[in-house]
């Protein structure tokens, strides 16, 4: 279970977070939704030990992240960047196996590349790929390559960063099914940050809206299209009219 | 303007150089600790040999001869005006090993190498690339920085010797085509006047302009701004502050090894 009580975080005079407290369940899909720039990639990266927290505590199964053995604990994490955030001087095969040719345990890189190979065709892309480098693939292939990456060590928890980002609406429908797929296959515990209500359907078990820098709405994503909060209401109906302000 | 607001003007750029000056040195200090400390990546430090020291060759062989060739035509010139043109060889030599083969050599590396390892590292931060790193449990600096320091560190000062001996080869085809030299007798002279230190002090330059030049790029790389103006911005921080660091650390160096 990740806990976060009183998160805070600052850049210059934008409080990006003001006290953020949110749970999330071991083996649930959290989803988190929100405005662009509310804070939502900042929140998953200071789980990560990526953004240092101004205040506030993070927990992973009771242990303060923040003290916690660094590589041992981002052992236990895959992520799926926005970006892809593939390394562009590596082929796809050694993306995908990046995590498993390093550390105590290293795999030697044949059993390594057998292992980033099956985790291709896990996420639908064939041995043919293996060799080329990331900028040789679409957008949507890369997007299989880095969910390939970040289940390719078998981790607990996943985190995926805008999943469906720049990709046409038939695509992200194949990416939400495969994270959906991998999370209940895996039996991980996943948060996934997104704008986009298709991806939320599709994949969350929790709902958490983030705006003005703490957690506006959370519960199970049955309940979110009922529940009575102004805010998660505008937001998932894409309304202009509300509570939250939109520029024109 | 009052007295204090006018030392206010001067005191901010000041302490913003030192608080750079203070980031650099502890980037420098995390570099070095890293350095000796495992895991080491022997792909990436070959990689890096390749791209800093033998792709740099061209540059620094190209400048180095057009260097030594107007340095024997401006010494021939000059020492006709005490009727000293039989210094040419000599000088040519000296010149060459001590100060012009590995300045101009950590000049042409910095322009070529500081520039593409900014970019690209800057990229890769812009990118998530280097968030990425740590994801996956991998030092940035172990990863990314310690084998482009430690190729630069023993690449330049190769290249500065490879530079020298085409700057004197330069100096003797400019000095045996239009100076009229006997081609055995400058060879005999070039050899006779040039000490081992002389060739020793130019690598042990070349070695520190080296890791100024990989230093400068990864640092302005990994502290890179966002976007396109980021990347732009730390090559071109990177370019700017590695020549002036080659440019002081050469005259700081000379007064260590010829002064005393």
């Known amino acids: 279970m990740i806990e976060l009580r009183g998160v805070q975080k600052t850049f210059g005079a934008n409080q990006v977070l003001r006290g953020v407290n949110l749970i999330l369940p071991r083996g649930q899909s959290m989803v988190v939704i929100g405005g662009s720039g509310t804070g939502k990639s900042v929140l998953l990266k200071s789980i990560l030990g990526l953004v240092r927290p101004d205040a506030g505590t993070i927990t992973l199964d009771g242990q303060n992240v923040a003290k916690a053995e660094r590589d041992a604990f981002l052992a236990r994490f895959g992520m799926l960047f926005q970006g892809g955030a593939l390394f562009d001087s590596l082929t796809v095969w050694e993306n995908v196996a990046f995590r498993l040719m390093r550390g105590a345990q290293a795999l030697p890189p044949d059993q390594a590349r057998a292992i980033a190979l099956e985790k291709l065709r896990r996420v639908g892309l064939t041995p043919a790929v293996a060799d080329q480098f990331p900028a040789e693939l679409s957008g949507g292939m890369q997007k299989r390559v880095g969910l390939a990456r970040a289940i390719a060590a078998e981790p607990e928890i996943i985190f995926f960063d805008e999943p469906t980002t720049g990709l046409d609406p038939i695509m992200s429908g194949v990416i939400n099914a495969l994270i959906r797929e991998i999370v209940v296959e895996m039996g991980v515990t996943a948060m996934t940050i997104t704008h986009d209500m298709s991806s939320v359907r599709a994949i969350a078990d929790r709902v958490a809206m983030l705006h003005a820098g703490v957690i506006q709405w959370t519960g199970p994503v049955a309940e979110m299209d009922t529940a009575p909060d102004p805010y998660l209401q505008q937001f998932i109906h894409g309304r202009a009219e509300g509570p939250i302000e939109s520029v024109r | ?260």
């Open chain 2, 1 to 260: 303007m009052t007295l204090t607001g006018s030392l206010a003007a001067i005191g901010r750029p000041v302490l913003a150089a030192l608080a750079g000056v203070g980031r650099v040195s502890m980037f420098a200090g995390a570099v070095l600790a890293n350095l000796v400390r495992p895991p080491f990546y022997f792909r990436e430090f070959g990689h890096a040999l390749l791209q800093i020291g033998w792709f740099s060759l061209p540059v620094v062989g190209l400048t180095a001869l057009f260097t030594g060739g107007a340095l024997a035509l401006q010494i021939y010139s000059g020492g006709a005006r005490f009727n000293a043109e039989s210094v040419v060889p000599s000088i040519v030599a000296i010149g060459m090993a001590r100060e012009l083969g590995p300045v101009l050599g950590g000049l042409m590396v910095a322009a070529r190498v500081a520039s593409s390892i900014a970019a690209e590292i800057a990229t890769m931060k812009v990118t998530e690339q280097i968030d990425a790193l740590v994801t996956l449990s991998t030092n940035p600096i172990k990863y990314l920085v310690v084998p482009r320091v430690l190729a630069a560190t023993l690449a330049v000062p190769i290249l500065v010797g490879v530079g020298d001996s085409i700057g004197i080869m330069g100096g003797w085809l400019v000095g045996i085509t239009r100076l009229d030299f006997n081609s055995a007798t400058y060879i005999k002279n070039t050899v006779n006047f040039l000490e081992t230190w002389d060739v020793l002090s130019g690598m042990i330059k070349g070695a520190a302009f080296g890791f100024i030049v990989a230093l400068m790029g990864c640092y302005f790389g990994m502290t890179s701004g966002r976007g396109a103006q980021g990347v732009g911005a730390a090559t071109k921080s990177a370019v700017v502050a590695a020549s002036v660091m080659i440019l002081a650390a050469n005259y700081i160096l000379t007064e260590v090894f010829f002064t005393s």
